[in-house]
């Protein structure tokens, strides 16, 4: 039965209550372990049509008639246009349109970023669009600029209150240590970098828009253009087949969606409106800088007795206060935690979510501290940890629908006890040693979702739901999921997806939700197709006949089921859990780095398609390896222009930088969560591998580094913070 | 822009390309407008003789050539990636700009034209320590490091210059980097033989990085040449003392770097 709902929503650590319309979700999980499809590695399903180019994706995509549109955006960080005229760019050859502030609510005079929309146009090629916008005749009145976070702070610049999340009395907790340990700790600025840059094509079709654009949301996609616009949400559609990366950024329409459509109104043709690539670097989003300063207590047994931490986001201009603090908060039992998180406003481009926003951010600070009381208390750090496990949430005491962490470190004691025969491979020059980190983030998903499932005569199967799959295989596992309920081979299953004309509603591919959201629908359906066929198959007299003999005498006929993601389970905290182990190699002269080996254990429940799951934990980490050591989006100090805005200045992390992986996966489903059991794997592996890397520069080197990236500067630093210290600690005489 | 076929080494004033790795990012960045470019790959000489490295080689060919001193294999091994190793040629890689991220934007800056260094006062990190008073730019060229330590001669269509004549601090009264005339194209470049030499490199990740410090040391006779990269607007020739250097507020560390990559590249050459 149809049942009314109101249930807390999480999308990358943001909550919001909502109602929702939930059917009770009736099938029992499948027992633990690989069944016939579903838990053994697949490859995937459109993978040969990639490899041959023949995936279409909004890149790629050439409509008759399609013009191109390009965006005059502010050169600086701070301005207002003081006089505008579109005029030459119309002159030139190609042009179609111009607009400008007034013409499309993206548009306006007032810029608080670099990167900010003012105008635009369209013309028959990228290079004419061009051309014409640098020939709009601007002129800036620049003003002055908040660039500094902790200043912005101080003056009140800010998006809201500051976050404040206490429990128990932290001075008093501080008191009752025997040990307590500060630091201060900063993030830089990263960049998404999508290998598909942020970009729309559209056209109106009548009185109806048809929109393909890189999303992680068709449907939200959906929502705000029929909302900006005031037209029916069902006089939008909106497309996205194949995507090219997003990582976070991609979860809304964007300003060059609004461009697109407004060129293409006024001049009736189809409209293309891409980011360069230069534009991606500064205006696309970012995982924003953070500041954090942490205190720990703890016994002389390593028993956490208090934990504090102020934080800074450096949010930028627009955006929202990531939950730097979380894993500060979540991650260990501790009766005595307070956490303030200020969100700065300044005039930098907009952040938008990364790869577990805050999280990743947090975790570096939390457990590079944690690495240091663990020296001072000279406690095995994987103990420490052990010790300061939480059997229940933190936050307020409610239980976890499943939690494996310990099993998690269980299984990376192996990779642990490496630590002894990789030091004892260090020479003169080249220290060699092992950190670790544990992992806590969302990523239990959610309602509202459906799926439809659709079975031929022929007893092929067709998944239609309108999701999409951002890049991470989605489509492959719900073919698994429908392959595994119906009992017919993967190969006979096709998915369709990625268009809000063909499907029902679907959940965005953000916050590690998309198999714990859209799995149970899949199966849901599959399993009412699947009802269906057993009833056909007792009236043929031919019970327990597989799937295809059954509906073999249908003919044209179809079998529908259709099924909805049932409600979480109520009152129960889900997160996923996970530890990383990595060893490194340090030069301790030039202040080299060298991750030699990362091995990954995270709980996320019942694997899918361990395939699948491994490409998850590889790109997390090698995302991760960038941010921990080179990537850094650099601006400059006066102006808050952004410099680093080309891939050579950007620099993400090559093949060579990319150590051995060892993942592994605890693969027991969670028996509280939906009919699957399984939770999300897109952003846990990105989450401890900054942290577990500072934690084995520290094990081989003593050097603590503070700051991300950990650049030769940086390392440099703490090396030499080191020797003084070691200098300074010595013995008299020695 | 006009695209043609050189015939003759005198390119009439066009603007040379060979593998365009440099030529093509900078023509799209607007900071380089040729009204024509010439292909010079059919004229330019290419492969190596005698210890004479024709100035069409190709950094890739470069790196498997076992007559060269190791320095300059390295040195082209480490550059960029291998796509822009097969295609990049020796002289151009010669040629190439600064990374220095205002110049490459298009800041006006004194390099072009205008009457500040943004990167003095503003981000500096992989910038100069040497000789950058005026323009704190870094000369990003491995192989240029390289054939400066061997001391190597470069042969134009008009001359033979020493590589280190090549190039020119950038000053008010003279703000180029180089010392090429209009027209003047680079043919080949003689690269004595030296009885050891190592390039050594401090990048921002393991491959595809100009480098932070790049340090080419070689050894013939008696005398050892120690020549340095990304340290100043220049290829850099060491004294043999870090007491000249001038670090900028966020580059001393380069100091710190280059020192230990010499200590290291003369005990490699011990």
């Given at each position: 039965?149809?049942?009314?709902?109101?249930?807390?929503?999480?999308?990358?650590?943001?909550?919001?209550?909502?109602?929702?319309?939930?059917?009770?979700?009736?099938?029992?999980?499948?027992?633990?372990?690989?069944?016939?499809?579903?838990?053994?590695?697949?490859?995937?399903?459109?993978?040969?049509?990639r490899a041959r180019g023949q995936a279409v994706f909004t890149a790629d995509l050439k409509l008759p008639g399609m013009l191109h549109a390009a965006v005059l955006r502010s050169p600086h960080a701070h301005a207002r246009v003081a006089r505008l005229d579109l005029a030459p760019a119309l002159e030139l050859p190609g042009v179609h349109a111009?607009?400008?502030?007034?013409?499309?609510?993206?548009?306006?005079?007032?810029?608080?970023?670099?990167?900010?929309?003012?105008?635009?146009?369209?013309?028959?090629?990228?290079?004419?669009?061009?051309?014409?916008?640098?020939?709009?005749?601007?002129?800036?009145?620049?003003?002055?600029?908040?660039?500094?976070?902790?200043?912005?702070?101080?003056?009140?610049?800010?998006?809201?209150?500051?976050?404040?999340?206490?429990?128990?009395?932290?001075?008093?907790?501080?008191?009752?240590?025997?040990?307590?340990?500060e630091g201060e700790y900063r993030t830089q600025v990263v960049l998404h970098n999508s290998l598909e840059t942020h970009q729309a094509v559209v056209q109106w079709l009548g009185d109806t828009l048809e929109v393909h654009i890189s999303t992680q949301y068709v449907w939200g996609v959906r929502r705000d253009i029929a909302a900006t616009l005031g037209i029916p949400a069902d006089k939008v559609r909106v497309v996205c087949t194949y995507m090219g990366g997003g990582f976070g950024s991609k979860n809304d329409p964007g300003d060059y969606t609004f461009v697109a459509i407004e060129l293409a109104r006024r001049t009736g043709r189809p409209v293309r409106c891409a980011l360069s690539r230069r534009e991606e670097n500064v205006v696309s989003g970012n995982r924003n800088a953070t500041i954090q300063r942490l205190r720990i207590g703890a016994k002389a047994d390593g028993t956490l007795t208090a934990l504090e931490g102020e934080y800074v986001n450096a949010v930028g201009f627009d955006g929202w206060s990531s939950p730097v603090e979380g894993p500060m908060n979540q991650l260990y039992a501790c009766p005595n935690v307070r956490t303030v998180t200020h969100a700065a406003k300044t005039n930098q481009p907009p952040m938008k979510a990364f790869r577990a926003?805050?999280?990743?951010?947090?975790?570096?600070?939390?457990?590079?501290?944690?690495?240091?009381?663990?020296?001072?208390?000279?406690?095995?750090?994987?103990?420490?940890?052990?010790?300061?496990?939480?059997?229940?949430?933190?936050?307020?005491?409610?239980?976890?629908?499943?939690?494996?962490?310990?099993?998690?470190?269980?299984?990376?004691?192996?990779?642990?006890?490496?630590?002894?025969?990789?030091?004892?491979?260090?020479?003169?020059?080249?220290?060699?040693?092992?950190?670790?980190?544990?992992?806590?983030?969302y990523g239990g998903g959610g309602p509202p979702s459906y799926a439809w499932v659709r079975v031929g005569a022929d007893g092929r199967a067709t998944v239609v739901t309108a999701m999409q799959d951002i890049g991470t295989g989605s489509r492959t596992a719900m073919a698994q999921i429908a392959a595994e309920e119906l009992g017919i081979p993967l190969e006979h299953v096709t998915v369709s997806l990625g268009d809000t004309a063909r499907g029902p509603f679907a959940s965005i591919s953000?916050?590690?939700?998309?198999?714990?959201?859209?799995?149970?629908?899949?199966?849901?359906?599959?399993?009412?197709?699947?009802?269906?066929?057993?009833?056909i198959a007792e009236q043929m007299g031919k019970t327990g006949a597989p799937v295809a003999e059954v509906v073999s005498v249908l003919e044209s006929g179809q079998i529908l089921g259709k099924g909805a993601r049932g409600p979480n389970p109520a009152g129960l905290q889900v997160l996923t859990f996970g530890v990383q182990v990595a060893e490194v190699a340090v030069d301790v002269e030039t202040g080299e780095v060298w991750v030699e080996r990362i091995a990954a254990v995270h709980d996320v429940?019942?694997?899918?398609?361990?395939?699948?799951?491994?490409?998850?934990?590889?790109?997390?980490?090698?995302?991760?390896?960038?941010?921990?050591?080179?990537?850094?989006?650099?601006?400059?100090?006066?102006?808050?222009?952004?410099?680093?805005?080309?891939?050579?200045?950007?620099?993400?992390?090559?093949?060579?930088?990319?150590?051995?992986?060892?993942?592994?996966?605890?693969?027991?489903?969670?028996?509280q969560l939906t009919n699957l059991g399984s939770k999300g794997l897109g952003e846990p592996p990105i989450v401890p591998t900054a942290a577990a890397i500072a934690n084995a520069i520290r094990d081989a080197t003593g050097a603590e580094v503070h700051e991300l990236p950990i650049s030769r500067e940086e390392l440099l630093r703490a090396l030499r913070e080191a020797r003084e210290r070691e200098r300074v600690g010595a013995p008299a005489g020695v | 822009m006009e695209l043609r076929r050189a015939s003759e080494l005198d390119t009439g004033g066009a603007t040379p390309i060979a593998g365009g790795t440099e030529v093509v990012p900078l023509v799209r960045a607007g900071l380089l407008r040729p009204a024509e470019l010439v292909d010079v790959r059919g004229v330019v000489p290419r492969g190596v003789e005698d210890g004479t490295i024709g100035a069409g080689t190709t950094l890739a060919e470069l790196e498997r050539e076992p007559s060269i001193p190791a320095a300059l294999r390295e040195a082209c091994r480490l550059a960029a990636s291998p796509q822009i190793r097969e295609m990049g040629s020796l002289g151009g890689n010669l040629l190439q700009a600064t990374r220095c991220w205002y110049w490459r934007l298009g800041w006006e800056c004194r390099l072009h034209g205008g009457d500040r260094c943004f990167a003095r006062d503003g981000e500096h990190r992989e910038h100069a320590i040497f000789a950058n008073g005026y323009c704190a730019s870094a000369h990003p060229s491995d192989v240029a490091a390289a054939l400066l330590a061997l001391d190597a001669t470069v042969v134009?269509?008009?001359?033979?210059?020493?590589?280190?004549?090549?190039?020119?601090?950038?000053?008010?009264?003279?703000?180029?980097?180089?010392?090429?005339?209009?027209?003047?194209?680079?043919?080949?470049?003689?690269?004595?033989?030296?009885?050891?030499?190592?390039?050594?490199?401090?990048?921002?990740?393991?491959?595809?990085?100009?480098?932070?410090?790049?340090?080419?040391?070689?050894?013939?006779?008696?005398?050892?040449?120690?020549?340095l990269a990304g340290v100043a607007p220049v290829?850099?020739?060491?004294?043999?003392?870090?007491?000249?250097?001038?670090?900028?507020?966020?580059?001393?560390?380069?100091?710190?770097?280059?020192?230990?990559?010499?200590?290291?590249?003369?005990?490699?050459?011990?």
């Open positions: 039965m149809a049942r009314l709902i109101r249930t807390e929503k999480e999308v990358e650590g943001r909550y919001e209550e909502v109602f929702v319309v939930v059917e009770e979700d009736a099938l029992d999980q499948w027992p633990a372990g690989p069944r016939d499809v579903v838990g053994r590695p697949a490859t995937r399903v459109d993978g040969l049509e111009a607009i400008g502030p007034g013409d499309a609510g993206v548009l306006q005079r007032d810029c608080g970023f670099q990167g900010a929309p003012v105008a635009a146009v369209c013309a028959a090629t990228p290079a004419q669009a061009r051309a014409a916008v640098a020939a709009i005749d601007v002129e800036w009145e620049e003003l002055a600029a908040v660039l500094d976070a902790e200043e912005a702070v101080a003056a009140g610049h800010v998006h809201g209150e500051a976050r404040v999340r206490e429990r128990g009395d932290v001075e008093a907790g501080f008191a009752a240590a025997d040990v307590v340990v926003p805050g999280f990743v951010e947090g975790t570096f600070g939390l457990e590079a501290l944690l690495d240091v009381l663990a020296a001072r208390l000279e406690l095995d750090p994987l103990e420490l940890r052990r010790r300061n496990h939480a059997a229940s949430e933190p936050l307020d005491g409610r239980s976890y629908s499943g939690k494996n962490l310990l099993e998690c470190y269980r299984r990376a004691e192996p990779h642990w006890e490496r630590r002894h025969e990789v030091r004892a491979r260090s020479t003169a020059t080249v220290k060699r040693g092992v950190g670790m980190a544990s992992q806590v983030w953000a916050g590690s939700s998309t198999i714990p959201s859209m799995g149970p629908a899949v199966r849901a359906a599959a399993a009412d197709a699947r009802r269906q066929i057993e009833e429940g019942r694997v899918i398609n361990p395939l699948g799951a491994s490409s998850q934990i590889e790109g997390g980490i090698v995302q991760g390896i960038g941010h921990t050591l080179s990537e850094h989006r650099l601006d400059d100090p006066a102006s808050g222009v952004v410099l680093t805005t080309g891939l050579d200045a950007y620099k993400l992390p090559t093949i060579a930088d990319v150590p051995e992986i060892v993942g592994e996966l605890v693969d027991v489903p969670d028996a | 134009t269509t008009r001359r033979e210059l020493p590589v280190g004549e090549l190039y020119h601090v950038p000053a008010g009264d003279d703000r180029r980097t180089t010392t090429l005339e209009a027209g003047e194209l680079i043919v080949s470049v003689r690269v004595p033989a030296a009885d050891a030499s190592v390039y050594l490199k401090a990048g921002g990740r393991k491959l595809f990085s100009f480098p932070l410090v790049g340090v080419a040391a070689a050894r013939t006779g008696g005398s050892t040449r120690i020549a290829p850099w020739l060491h004294s043999g003392s870090f007491a000249a250097a001038s670090p900028l507020p966020r580059n001393a560390y380069k100091v710190e770097l280059a020192e230990a990559l010499v200590r290291r590249a003369l005990a490699a050459l011990a």
